[in-house]
């Protein structure tokens, strides 16, 4: 058996980030920059007011409560023709570009508006820019807004609208294919036969790549025949920038998946030192990484956190790619005998007011238990022989 490290590195060092492409804005969410996006305008595009209220000369507001003269209205999208002076005011809403002359705002809430003598009492004294944004106070043309290696999010994308860029250079969102092997599956929702049972990876893992915010490409089940197997890698290494495949990648007498991808591909076949999912195959078929997980539920999903998700993380330009470890308290025993392997356990958690997890068992922790691992906010890293008791801490793989 080999160290889950040596095997996390063996799949990284062979991966690649993916090409720069050009995308809308509005398809860039979760992609990462492959350039430094720069404002090229300045916002807010001119001084505006944060508050619905009255524009005015701070000068005027000393010694209030004082009365001004309206002399018009100014709403968000429109503009004041003309100068505010001396002893005026305008009514002004939230956004509406501030009236050349004035310098302040008075807020509504601290004003009474005679609209039959044309006047307004204001109640208190404002200091000049009181409720003003400035001109250009977020950005300025020029300014670096977002390095390259971010990865957009929505607040990233709303200042990169607010500056009015309509594309950005990104790397590519990788289109990952998902193929689950075996004669025993079955996904069409008919009554199962003797030794049948339903596909549940290609669903699971499916969801998981479209959750990372890649594209998931559904290659369907391909039965236990050497062509049947060989067409769906084939086809998804041609289609896809990488695929995934479940089943055939332990040691059994009728696993043609090894037999296929030691003829098609550059593999390396693995036993890690980790339960579950100990067997583990990577390699490339052409220039397209391959990924060969393990058959049980449970096994499948673990070594797609493990291993599989932070080499595609790499393939999309992110800057960190191992999974989320952080500390936890266990309120269970944990702990197991001595087998050579870091166990990763199903565990539900809660965090406290100060951000704290205290982890228990989520359920059954048999690598074909499905549900367990379905209620499972994170996985619990357990060392090999490591005695785990209630109150311990626990090194935690946070799922959520």
């Known amino acids: 058996m080999i160290s889950l490290n040596e095997a996390r590195e063996h799949v990284l060092d062979r991966v690649g980030t993916l090409a720069v492409v050009t995308v809308p804005v509005a398809e860039a969410a979760g992609l990462v920059l492959a350039t430094d996006a720069v404002a090229a305008e300045q916002v807010p595009p001119f001084d505006n007011t944060a508050m619905d209220g009255f524009a005015v000369q701070a000068a005027d507001t000393i010694g209030a409560p004082v009365t001004l003269e309206m002399i018009g209205t100014v709403a968000a999208g429109a503009a004041f023709d003309g100068t505010l002076g001396p002893g005026q005011a305008v009514r002004i809403m939230t956004g509406a570009p501030m009236p ?60 990169l609208a607010s500056v009015g860029l309509q594309a950005v250079e990104v790397v590519k969102r990788p289109r990952v294919g998902v193929v689950s092997t075996g004669d025993e599956l079955v996904d069409d929702g008919r009554t199962l036969k003797p030794g049948e049972i339903r596909d549940s990876n290609r669903r699971t893992l499916l969801t998981l790549v479209a959750e990372a915010g890649w ?72 220039d397209t990484p391959m990924f060969g997980l393990p058959g049980n539920p449970v096994s499948s999903m673990v070594s797609f956190e493990l291993l599989a998700k932070p080499a595609l993380r790499k393939m999309a330009g992110e800057s ?81």
């Open 100 to 159: 050349s002359g004035a310098d302040a705002v008075v807020m509504v809430e601290r004003s009474t508006l005679d609209e039959a003598a044309g006047t307004v009492d204001l109640e208190i004294e404002v200091p000049v820019g009181n409720h003003v944004r400035g001109a250009g106070e977020d950005s300025q043309p020029g300014d670096l807004l977002f390095p390259a290696g971010t990865q957009l999010t929505a607040g990233h994308l709303g200042v």
């Open 215 to 286: 594209e998931a490409v559904d290659l369907g089940i391909a039965v236990d025949e050497k062509a049947a197997i060989e067409t769906a890698f084939v086809n998804g290494a041609a289609t896809c920038d990488a695929v995934l495949s479940s089943g055939g990648v332990s040691m059994g007498a009728f696993d043609y998946v090894k037999v296929v991808l030691d003829e098609i591909g550059d593999m390396r076949w693995m036993q890690i030192a980790i339960k579950p999912a100990k067997p583990f195959a990577f390699g490339l078929i052409g």
């Open 320 to 400: 960190e790619f191992g999974p989320r470890v952080v500390r936890a308290v266990s309120a269970d025993s944990l702990g197991h005998p001595a087998d050579g392997k870091t166990h990763f356990l199903r565990v539900e958690g809660a965090q406290d007011e100060f951000g704290r997890w205290t982890v228990r068992r989520a359920g059954g922790q048999g690598s074909h238990q499905l549900t367990a691992m379905a209620r499972a906010d994170a996985l619990a890293m357990v060392p090999d022989g490591e005695a785990m008791e209630p109150g311990d801490e626990v090194d935690i793989i946070v799922l959520r």
